[in-house]
C-alpha cells in the first residue's frame, strides 16, 4: 500500500477519534484516504472473516474439494476457484446488495465507519446507504475475472442516490505481487459529476478526454488484510486485473450518502438497483451520456 499525504499510518478502530480532524482534511482536500491495516486486529472483522471461511469451507465441500481450514481466506476461495470457480459467485451473493452476513451487517455498522462518516457529513444531513452499496468482490487468477473489472469510472453514476457519497473498500486478502488492487487520481472528486459512455459490457466509463488526466496523482493502491481505502463517490478510479498465476484478491465495500445533499434532494433521492425498471444513470442525467463509439 502506498505511503504519503493520503496515508494515515497506525489508525486503528480504538484510536480513529484521536485523528477524525486529519482524516476530514485529507477527505476533502485529496478525495481519498487509506489506513493501512486499520481493521488487521480488530474483533468485528475478524468475525465476518471467520463467517466467510466458514462458508467457503461449506462450498469447498459441495465441490468436493475439501480445503484446510487453518488457510488464510484468500488461499481457500483460491482453491475453491480451481475446482468450481462457479460456487466463488455465492460468496459474492453473500456480500452483495446487501451484505446479508449479521457480522457483515456488523463490519458496515462499525463504530469506527459510522464515526469517519459523521466527520466528512456533519451533523446536518440525514446519512443513507444506498440500495447497490454493499459488495463483496472477489477476482482469482485468470482471465474469466477480467470482465468484474471496471474502467475508469465514478462509483456515483453505478449508484445514484447523493453524490456526497462515502466508499469504504476494505481488504480481506493478502498482498501478493501481480494480484492487482485499485488506482485513484488523487484530487478528481473535485470534478463533480462527469459525462460517461455506457460500454458493450454495460460498464460505465467516465469521459476524460477533455481534461488532462496526468494534472491528478494517480495512486495504487494494492492492499494487505486489513487495510482501508476511503473516498469520494466522485473520485477517478479503476479496478486493476489480478495478472498473478495462483493468488486471490478479496474486498469488501460499504457506502453512505448523505440525503440533504443539495443534488440528492434534486433527484428526489434516487436509487439505482438491479431491477431493470429502476432509473439508470443516463436517464437521470441525459445530458451527461455520450454514446460509445
Excluded at 44 to 66: N, Q, S, V, Y
Excluded at 169 to 179: E, K, P, T
Aim: proline share 6%; hydrophobic share 40%.
Amino acid at each position: 500500500m502506498p505511503c504519503g499525504d493520503v496515508t494515515l499510518p497506525g489508525v486503528t478502530p480504538s484510536n480513529i477519534g484521536e485523528h477524525l480532524d486529519k482524516f476530514r482534511q485529507i477527505y476533502d482536500d485529496a478525495g481519498v484516504v487509506i489506513l493501512p491495516g486499520f481493521f488487521r486486529d480488530d474483533p468485528i472483522f475478524r468475525a465476518f472473516e471467520r463467517d466467510l471461511k466458514k462458508l467457503t469451507t461449506e462450498l469447498c465441500g459441495w465441490a468436493g474439494c475439501a480445503t484446510d481450514k487453518s488457510l488464510c481466506l484468500d488461499e481457500m476461495v483460491g482453491h475453491l476457484a480451481r475446482h468450481r470457480r462457479d460456487l466463488v459467485g455465492k460468496l459474492y451473493d453473500i456480500g452483495t446488495r446487501p451484505n446479508k452476513l449479521l457480522s457483515g451487517m456488523s463490519l458496515k455498522l462499525h463504530p469506527a465507519l459510522i464515526a469517519m462518516t459523521s466527520a466528512v457529513f456533519g451533523d446536518a444531513g440525514v446519512l443513507a446507504t444506498p440500495t447497490l452499496s454493499d459488495t463483496l468482490h472477489m477476482f482469482p487468477p485468470g482471465s474469466d475475472s477480467f470482465r468484474f473489472n471496471l474502467p475508469l469510472h465514478q462509483d456515483y453514476p453505478y449508484l445514484l442516490q447523493s453524490p456526497n457519497q462515502i466508499t469504504f473498500w476494505i481488504s480481506l486478502s493478502r498482498h501478493y505481487a501481480d494480484v492487482g488492487g485499485m488506482s485513484v487520481w488523487k484530487g478528481s472528486h473535485k470534478l463533480g459529476i462527469r459525462p460517461h459512455e455506457r460500454e458493450q459490457s454495460g460498464h460505465l466509463a467516465t469521459v476524460v478526454d477533455d481534461i488532462d488526466l496526468s494534472a491528478y496523482e494517480e495512486i495504487r493502491c494494492e492492499a494487505d488484510l486489513g487495510d482501508l481505502v476511503v473516498f469520494h463517490t466522485n473520485i477517478l478510479h479503476r479496478s486493476e486485473k489480478n495478472y498473478s498465476e495462483n493468488d486471490t484478491r478479496i474486498v469488501q465495500l460499504f457506502r453512505f450518502s448523505d440525503l440533504f445533499d443539495e443534488e440528492a434532494l434534486r433527484i428526489n433521492w434516487v436509487n439505482a438497483d438491479v431491477n431493470p425498471k429502476a432509473p439508470k444513470f443516463e436517464e437521470v442525467y441525459p445530458e451527461k451520456i455520450r454514446q460509445a463509439v
